[in-house]
Nanobody, 119 residues
Framework: QVQLVESGGGLVQAGGSLRLSCAAS????????MGWFRQVPGKEREFVAA????????TYADSLKGRFTISRDLAKNTVYLQRNSLEPEDTAVYYC????????????WGQGTQVTVSS
């Protein structure tokens, strides 16, 4: 089992910056990929970015490329999502997810952290 706990959400003014953190615990040695998703009420959950745990290779949603930066700290078993120049459209619940073991899909999810960007 892998447990994920997000932090760093909150209310931010447009133009501001935010860094979300997601700390993993449990069987972290089985993690292959960690990702960030976001969801707005009434809409489907949207992929934002992912990072391969061992290599650090990153991938981003085409529509969001250049707006977010994903990184990780292996010593802390933590993945980060940085966003500068926040826009009201970034308002959403942000979820951290992990792909662990032989799973081909994300099989562990955090509880989500609310990000609200005021104009």
């Amino acid at each position: 089992q892998v447990q994920l706990v997000e932090s760093g959400g909150g209310l931010v003014q447009a133009g501001g910056s935010l860094r979300l953190s997601c700390a993993a615990s449990g069987r972290t040695g089985s993690i292959t990929t960690m990702g960030w998703f976001r969801q707005v009420p009434g809409k489907e959950r949207e992929f934002v970015a992912a990072i391969w745990w061992k290599t650090g290779i990153t991938t981003y949603a085409d529509s969001l490329k250049g707006r977010f930066t994903i990184s990780r700290d292996l010593a802390k078993n933590t993945v980060y999502l940085q966003r500068n120049s926040l826009e009201p459209e970034d308002t959403a619940v942000y979820y951290c997810a992990a792909r662990a073991g032989p799973a081909s899909a994300y099989n562990y999810w955090g509880q989500g952290t609310q990000v609200t960007v005021s104009s």
